[in-house]
Structures are given as structure tokens and as C-alpha cells.
């Protein structure tokens, strides 16, 4: 005998009209709890990979099954209203009869949350994967014109499989590749395959909600960025005008750049910097600058067509648009990037060499080989003081032009940091999770509810089963599509570190 027995009967066989109904489902013995699923008539004739059977019988009279029948067969009396289960005629034992309604559970969504935890939600797992598949299975019996549309569907997962293959060539990704902007166009690519084949494979429908909250969210992106383009057509005539206004933003950024250099090569706030390494700093990041404006100049009509280019991508929506953005703010940033390179290297090559000279002042001896110490002979001493003076007084003018480098580097990065979120919660837009949490709750649910049915003068538990809506921010969350790279989380400390410490801040 099993220490526990559980019974899931649905609440459409409690409104029948028939005195006595079959009842239709499978049995499954998990850790020595016997469960009873017992299934919907509608799903009955429905082939699955469970074999689904008569296992007994639902009478709202008293059982007259007869002592010859055969044993371990299921009758479950209503009396008064009084639910009762047995397996011997007139021998009633002790179950758990957990009534459940199939329309809420079938969609069960966020359950899939909780599968790791398979003492208390397995049984609930099982019923809710089988619910969901049957449910897929009529609909497909239901609609046969859908195999035309698998056709083209599988054709279509073909044709972007090999764009893939072809975009993740070696070569191809060291070249184009490496603009934000295709990156974004490869990653769009890689969700419709993963679109279309939660569409096309038979899957729980949690995968299937999840695709069509990705196509909701790419729709809406698609409207954004139609939005965008009309009121930058109402405010510029053609996107010359607009590359025009991008080209006179650089260009006032690079002359502030070149304000800042010129007050840096100076007395910046009254602070009086090594003269001779002022002045090569200050013209080196100038020659690097007017450079770099001359590279933009000479490069202006491959840059207008290039734009151009884009303005016409991003007609496909906001987060091409920003995808756009992040290239166009890298374009016109790159010399205070290469300048900060510069500035970071130097700063981190005196703090080094300053951290290894102090040594000379804590008395430690020189350690060529593990075991072995030698003191520092006179000369090591004296070039090493004379070469850690040097640089303790070179430090405050490499130390200034590296502060101004350094916050201008970490505006930039925050910047596209920004823009990269941005970009992520655009094509994760929970539009469609919304109305489901707000209009249908039970493909939200999180919780299942069990109350207990009075049920006087009987061994059988009865307990009514009802789910329990999620949280919103739940239910965001386990909808969100997998194939989206979502962006890691920002370590301040570590950002804060290697600000301190000279080493090169990257995009966040």
C-alpha cells in the first residue's frame, strides 16, 4: 500500500448532468505518492505519450460496484454535496482529492520558475505540461492550414541561418562588425530564428508567450522609430540638414576640447604644473585633436552617404536608432578616447614606477630569487631616489590632465551605457506581459492556492485548488525572451577602481 494517495479530479465533471461517468486519465508513482490524474472528456480521445485510460468512475449516487470487480479501480461518490474516493466498493481509505479548473491551469506559466523545487510542485508540473501540450495538439488537429505556414516558416529559418553563418565569418566580424549598429542587426537576426522556432516546435506555452511578447515589443519599436523620423523630418528638411547639425555639434565639442587643452597648458586653477611637460602634453593632445577634425573633414562626403545609410535603417525601429547613436557618439568621441589612452597609460606607468621606488624608503632588501635577499647597493639607491623624485614632481601635472581625461572618458562611457539599456528594454518592452498580468492572471500565476472543502464523516480530504497571480516585476520577468543579451550588471566599485588605479574604462 502507498503512504499517500492523490487524487486531481477537473471541476467540469462536478456540473455533469450524468448520474455515472467514466473517468479518464493516468496514474504515476513518484517518490511512494500514488497520483491520479484524472483528465477532461474532451482530452480523452487525445493521443499524447501518456497512455490514457479508464481508471474508474464518477457517480453522484452511492457506489453499487459489485465485490467480483477488480480491485484498484477508482469510484468517487458525491453525496449531499460530500466528496468521496475509494478503490474497493464501500472501502473507503484516505486520499487527497484536489480539485482543479483545466482552463486556468492549462496556461500556467510561471510555474516553470519553480520546477527545480519537485517535493512540493511536481505533480502540478506534470499536470500542467500535459494540459498545455493537449491543448497545442487540438489546435493543431483543429487548423490544418498551418502546415503551409510551417513550411515557409521552415524556409525562412533557413535563409537567416545562413545570413548568420555568413555575418559570423572571421573576417567580417573584424571589419563591419565591429560598428554597433550591425552587432544590433546580427542579435535581431538571432531572436527571429529563436521567434520562429518557439512558433514552429511544440513547446510549452510559456516559449510561445514569450515569442509573442518579443513581436509585440518589436512592433512597438517599429512605431517609436517611425515617430522619431517624423519629428526630425519636421524639424530638419532632409538628413543633409540633420548631418549638417551633427557636424556643428562635433565641431563646437572639438572647440571646447581645444579651450580645455589651452587652460590646462596654462595656470589651470592656480596650479603650477611642470612647465617643459605641460607644454609637450597640452601640444601632443592638441596635434591629435586638430588631426583628427582633419580626418572628418577630408572624410565628409563617405561620411554624409554613410549616414544617409543609416537614416534609412533606422527606419526599422527606435533601437536601430539608438544602435545608430552609439556609432555616431563613438565617431565623435574617438579623440578623447585615444587622448584619455594616452593620459591613463602615463599616469598608471608613474603610479607603478612610484609604488616599486617606495620601496627604497621601508628598508626592504632586493629579492632576485625566492630564499635570497640582498641589500640595495649605493648607486641602486641613489638613481632610484633621484628617479622617484622625478616622478613625484611630474605626477601633479600627468595627474591633472588625466582627472580631465578621465571624467570626460566616464561621461562617455555612462552614456552608452545608457543607450545600451535603453536599446535592451526596447526590444524586451513588456507590453504584451502587461495585459496578460492585468486581463488574463492565469497565465501569470506564481502561486497555487489550496483551500479545504468541508467534508463531514469522510477519510477523504478535499482540497480546491486556485491560482494565485504573480507579481507584475515577476511576471516581467519570466517572460523575458532568452535570446536577448541582456547587459551585465555595473560593479560602481570596480569602475571606481580602475578610475583610481590608470586602467582603461570600458563600455558598461
Known amino acids: 500500500m502507498f503512504e499517500k494517495q492523490v487524487i486531481f479530479f477537473p471541476t467540469t465533471l462536478l456540473g455533469t448532468s450524468n448520474i455515472t461517468v467514466e473517468l479518464f486519465g493516468y496514474t504515476k508513482l513518484i517518490q511512494n505518492v500514488k497520483y491520479y490524474f484524472v483528465l477532461p472528456h474532451d482530452m480523452k480521445n487525445i493521443n499524447t505519450e501518456c497512455e490514457v485510460q479508464t481508471i474508474g468512475h464518477f457517480t453522484k449516487t452511492s457506489c453499487r460496484c459489485s465485490k467480483q470487480e477488480l480491485s484498484n479501480i477508482l469510484c468517487i461518490t458525491e453525496n449531499n454535496g460530500y466528496l468521496n474516493a475509494s ?231 527606435l533601437s536601430y536608432q539608438i544602435a545608430i547613436l552609439e556609432d555616431v557618439l563613438a565617431v565623435v568621441s574617438f579623440h578623447i578616447y585615444c587622448i584619455y589612452v594616452y593620459a591613463a597609460w602615463l599616469y598608471n606607468l608613474q603610479r607603478k614606477s612610484l609604488m616599486i621606488l617606495a620601496k627604497l624608503f621601508v628598508g626592504r632588501s632586493c629579492n632576485p630569487q625566492p630564499g635570497r635577499t640582498t641589500p640595495y647597493t649605493t648607486q641602486q639607491l641613489y638613481v632610484g631616489t633621484i628617479s622617484f623624485a622625478i616622478l613625484l614632481f611630474l605626477l601633479p601635472t600627468t595627474l591633472i590632465y588625466y582627472i580631465v581625461f578621465v571624467v570626460m572618458r566616464t561621461i562617455m562611457v555612462m552614456a552608452r551605457g545608457i543607450l545600451i539599456r535603453l536599446r535592451y528594454v526596447l526590444q524586451v518592452l513588456p507590453v504584451y506581459t502587461t495585459l496578460i498580468w492585468l486581463v488574463k492572471p492565469s497565465s501569470s500565476t506564481g502561486i497555487i492556492k489550496m483551500n479545504i472543502v468541508g467534508n463531514a464523516n469522510s477519510s477523504t480530504v478535499v482540497l480546491n485548488a486556485t491560482v494565485v497571480a504573480d507579481s507584475w516585476w515577476a511576471t516581467v520577468r519570466c517572460y523575458l525572451p532568452e535570446s536577448v543579451e541582456q547587459p551585465p550588471a555595473v560593479s560602481w566599485l570596480t569602475l571606481a577602481n580602475r578610475a583610481c588605479t590608470g586602467k582603461i574604462l570600458y563600455p558598461i
Not at 481509505?93 to 484536489?98: A, C, K, S
Not at 496556461?107 to 519553480?114: K, P, R, V
Not at 499536470?127 to 525562412?156: A, D, G, P, V
Not at 583628427?292 to 526599422?316: A, D, H, K, M, N
Request: glycine share 4%; aromatic share 16%; proline share 2%.
Open 87 to 317: 478503490l474497493l466498493p464501500e472501502q473507503f481509505e484516505h486520499f487527497v482529492l484536489v480539485i482543479y479548473d483545466p482552463s486556468r491551469l492549462y496556461d500556467y506559466g510561471t510555474l516553470i520558475e519553480y520546477e527545480n523545487d519537485s517535493q512540493k510542485f511536481i505533480c502540478f508540473t506534470m499536470l500542467s505540461k500535459w494540459l498545455s501540450n493537449t491543448n497545442q495538439i487540438q489546435n493543431h488537429n483543429q487548423k490544418s492550414k498551418t502546415i503551409t505556414f510551417q513550411r515557409f516558416i521552415k524556409y525562412l529559418l533557413i535563409i537567416l541561418n545562413v545570413l548568420i553563418n555568413i555575418f559570423e565569418i572571421k573576417c567580417i566580424q573584424l571589419t563591419i562588425f565591429q560598428l554597433t549598429l550591425f552587432k544590433h542587426i546580427l542579435g535581431v537576426i538571432k531572436n527571429y530564428v529563436w521567434f520562429l522556432e518557439n512558433l514552429t516546435h511544440k513547446k510549452r506555452i510559456l516559449s510561445k508567450e514569450k515569442a509573442v511578447n518579443y513581436l509585440i515589443a518589436c512592433i512597438c519599436d517599429a512605431i517609436f522609430g517611425i515617430t522619431v523620423l517624423y519629428l526630425l523630418n519636421t524639424t530638419f528638411k532632409s538628413s543633409n540638414e540633420l548631418f549638417s547639425y551633427i557636424s556643428s555639434i562635433s565641431h563646437h565639442a572639438i572647440k571646447v576640447l581645444q579651450g580645455t587643452l589651452q587652460w590646462l597648458m596654462g595656470s589651470p586653477a592656480g596650479l603650477k604644473l611642470n612647465d617643459p611637460l605641460n607644454s609637450l602634453l597640452g601640444t601632443c593632445f592638441l596635434y591629435l585633436v586638430n588631426l583628427w577634425w582633419s580626418f572628418l573633414i577630408i572624410c565628409r562626403p563617405f561620411l554624409e552617404l554613410t549616414f544617409q545609410v543609416y537614416v534609412f535603417i533606422g527606419i526599422f525601429g
